[in-house]
């Protein structure tokens, strides 16, 4: 099969979970990361939905392309499935990313994209939906304005600008 390559866009960034080889910048075309998932269990409920990440159809995203050694593919996917698809918002696809790294070369790797036919798919929502959302809900893995504020430091820690985000992440520090 060869090796595994995984594209993380978020928290799995920073905190993959999984043993991997190699972590090298990259880009994938044709989807960008966006605030557009209700969280029902990390960072919200049902009742009071969160906001979480997906990869939305359209435009691009930089991330992180981890290349996992063959012997630990199936584990990893394994971990991934349990992981990303609690709820089966996303749809688990292979997709080419270009690695960042001077090299520029095309790698297929595995991806998680929102799928929009999903009862949790948000879509596009306005700055003043998404404050509202984030700054008032929680799940199980703590307050959603703390994975908002966590994800854009993270992201800026690895020289990633992602606008939107950011001006949420101003809005909340603000007291929005």
Known sequence: MGDLWVFGYGSLMWRPGFAFEAAVPALLHGAHRSLCVYSHVHRGTPER????????AGGSCRGVAFR??????DETVAYLRAREQVTMIYREAVRPV??????????????????PT????????SLEAQLAH??????????????VLN?????????IHDSS??????RLKNGA
């Open 49 to 56: 939905p969160g906001l979480v990440l997906g990869l939305d």
């Open 68 to 73: 996992v050694a063959d012997g630990q593919a």
């Open 98 to 115: 270009r690695l960042a790294d001077g090299s520029r070369e095309r790698v297929a790797a595995l991806t998680y994209l929102v799928d």
């Open 118 to 125: 999903h009862r949790q798919y948000a879509g596009v929502l």
């Open 134 to 147: 984030v700054a008032e809900s929680a799940g199980q893995s703590g307050p959603n304005r703390d994975y």
């Open 151 to 159: 994800t854009v430091a993270h992201l800026e820690e690895m020289g």
């Open 165 to 170: 985000l950011t001006r949420i992440a101003e």
